[in-house]
C-alpha cells in the first residue's frame, strides 16, 4: 500500500499529491511517470512524477479532476493509501548543457515540465519558462518554476497575471529576442502542436512529452500508440518524449477523443450518484 503523506489544490480541480513510495523515489529521473490504481476496481491512471524527495522516501504526482478516477483520487486525504504505484515509467528526459532552453508549459502540462525545467537547470543551461493558463486562479508551480528558471514569464489568455496571450506568444517573445537552443514542450494536445509549429519556423530542436491514454504502461497493449516521422511508437515505453516536429498530433488528439463522451457520460453519472447519497441538509 502507498500512503498519501499530503495533499492539498493548487486549483479548484488540480490536486497535489505526496505518495510514499521510496524505491520509486529513489529510481526515479526527469521525464518518467507511474501508473497508480486506487483500489482493485481502479482505472489505471498514468501520472508524470513532478518531484520527489529520497531522504522521505515520496513522490509528488499532480492531478486534474476531469473523470470518475481523477474525482476519487483527488477526494482521497492524507492517512489514505493507494492499492499500487507501477513506476518509475518511460524513458528519462535526455537532459545535457546545450545553452539555453525554452520550457513551455500549458495548464496542467505545467506540473510534469517541472523536473525537467530543474534537471536543465542542474545541467547548467539557461533556462527561459513560460507557463500558462487560461485565468490566473488555474496558474500552478510559479514559486518552483521561478525558483529554477533564469527567467519566468506567465500566460494567461484573458490578461488576468502576467502577459495576455497563449503559451506560443511567450514564446515567440523569447525566439525572436535571442538565440534559443533546445525547446521543450508540455500541455494540452492542440498547444504542443502549436508550441510545435512555433519553434518549428525558427529551426528549434523541440521536444513534447505525450500523455495518452495508457492501460497496461508495459508496451503490450497498444493504447498508447502515436504516430512520430510516420512510424507507430508507444508512449509507455519509447516516450513520453518524442520530437515535436514529427509527432502527429492531429491523429494523437483523434484518438484521446474517441472515449470523450462515453467518459462525459461516466462522470455525470457518477456526480448524479454522489448527490444521491449525499445526507439531507436539515
Ligand atoms: P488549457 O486548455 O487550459 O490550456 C492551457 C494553455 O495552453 C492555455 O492557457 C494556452 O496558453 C495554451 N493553449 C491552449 N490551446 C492552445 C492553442 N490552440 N494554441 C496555443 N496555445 C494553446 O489546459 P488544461 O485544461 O490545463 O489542460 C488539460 C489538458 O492537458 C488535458 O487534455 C490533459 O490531458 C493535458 N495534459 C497534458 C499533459 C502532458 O504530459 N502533455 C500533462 C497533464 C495534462
Ligand atoms: Fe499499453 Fe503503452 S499503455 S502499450
Redesign the pocket.
Known amino acids: 500500500m502507498y500512503k498519501i503523506i499530503d495533499k492539498e489544490f493548487l486549483s479548484e480541480n488540480v490536486a497535489r499529491l505526496v505518495i510514499e513510495a521510496p524505491y520509486i523515489a529513489k529510481s526515479r529521473k526527469a521525464g518518467n511517470f507511474i501508473i497508480l490504481r486506487i483500489d482493485k476496481n481502479g482505472e489505471r491512471i498514468p501520472l508524470?512524477i513532478a518531484d520527489a524527495n529520497i531522504e522521505k522516501g515520496t513522490i509528488t504526482v499532480i492531478v486534474?479532476r476531469?473523470g470518475v478516477s481523477s474525482h476519487k483520487l483527488c477526494a482521497m486525504n492524507i492517512g489514505d493509501a493507494l492499492l499500487d504505484v507501477v513506476g518509475p515509467l518511460g524513458k528519462e528526459t535526455h537532459i545535457s548543457n546545450v545553452g539555453t532552453v525554452l520550457c513551455a508549459g500549458?495548464?496542467?502540462?505545467v506540473?510534469?515540465l517541472f523536473p525537467i525545467v530543474q534537471a536543465m537547470k542542474l545541467a547548467g543551461n539557461r533556462v527561459i519558462t513560460v507557463i500558462?493558463?487560461?485565468t490566473k486562479d488555474?496558474v500552478i508551480l510559479e514559486d518552483e518554476m521561478r525558483a529554477y528558471s533564469d527567467e519566468l514569464i506567465i500566460?494567461?489568455?484573458d490578461g488576468s497575471l502576467g502577459k495576455k496571450g497563449?503559451?506560443?506568444q511567450g514564446m515567440e517573445e523569447v525566439i525572436l529576442r535571442e538565440k534559443v537552443n533546445e525547446a521543450v514542450v508540455?500541455?494540452?494536445?492542440?498547444?504542443?502542436k502549436?508550441?510545435a509549429l512555433t519553434t518549428k519556423k525558427y529551426d528549434i530542436p523541440t521536444v513534447a512529452?505525450?500523455?495518452t491514454i495508457m492501460v497496461d504502461g508495459t508496451g503490450m497493449c497498444g493504447a498508447c500508440r502515436v504516430s512520430v516521422g510516420g512510424k507507430t511508437e508507444f508512449v509507455c515505453v519509447n516516450g513520453?518524449e518524442f520530437d515535436a516536429h514529427k509527432v502527429n498530433f492531429d491523429e494523437m488528439m483523434f484518438r484521446l477523443n474517441a472515449y470523450k463522451t462515453k467518459e462525459a457520460e461516466g462522470y455525470s453519472d457518477y456526480l448524479k450518484s454522489l448527490e444521491s447519497t449525499a445526507p439531507a441538509l436539515v
Not at 500549458?106 to 502540462?109: A, N, P
Not at 508540455?186 to 504542443?192: E, T, V, W
Open positions: 508524470t486534474q476531469v500549458g495548464g496542467v502540462g506540473a510534469p500558462a493558463a487560461r488555474l500566460m494567461t489568455d497563449l503559451v506560443t508540455i500541455g494540452p494536445a492542440i498547444m504542443m502549436y508550441a512529452s505525450l500523455n513520453p
